[in-house]
């Protein structure tokens, strides 16, 4: 099994900056894909970016590409995603998530556990 702990989130005016974290424990954080996802009100669930274990060439979506960076420090078990330039319509819940299979890709995972989420709130 693997748990995985966000924090981070919290409330910042348009145009700031916020750093998410993604504490994995349990089975080995080092072969393991993760990603990013959020979940606004009345959306799908949708990814923002992906890392793979040696953290070369993320996923980005195109709704964050430019703004958001994902990296990660497998000596602490530890993702991350720096958000900047946020714009009220980022405000969400943040989640992680980590893909465990060998086959797995970052794009499409398919990720098989998740953190319990962080609220991020952008104001206007």
């Known amino acids: 099994q693997v748990q995985l702990v966000e924090s981070g989130g919290g409330l910042v005016q348009a145009g700031g900056s916020l750093r998410v974290s993604c504490a994995a424990s349990g089975r080995t954080f080092n072969n393991f894909i993760m990603g990013w996802f959020r979940q606004a009100p009345g959306k799908e669930r949708e990814l923002l970016a992906a890392?793979?274990?040696?953290?070369?060439?993320?996923h980005y979506a195109d709704s964050v590409k430019g703004r958001f960076t994902i990296s990660r420090d497998n000596a602490k078990d530890t993702v991350y995603l720096q958000m900047n330039s946020l714009e009220p319509k980022d405000t969400a819940i943040y989640y992680c998530?980590?893909?465990?299979?060998?086959?797995?890709?970052?794009?499409?995972?398919?990720?098989?556990?998740w953190g319990q989420g962080t609220q991020v709130t952008v104001s206007s």
């Open positions: 890392i793979s274990w040696s953290g070369a060439s993320p």
């Open positions: 998530a980590a893909a465990s299979n060998t086959i797995a890709t970052m794009k499409w995972g398919p990720y098989d556990y």
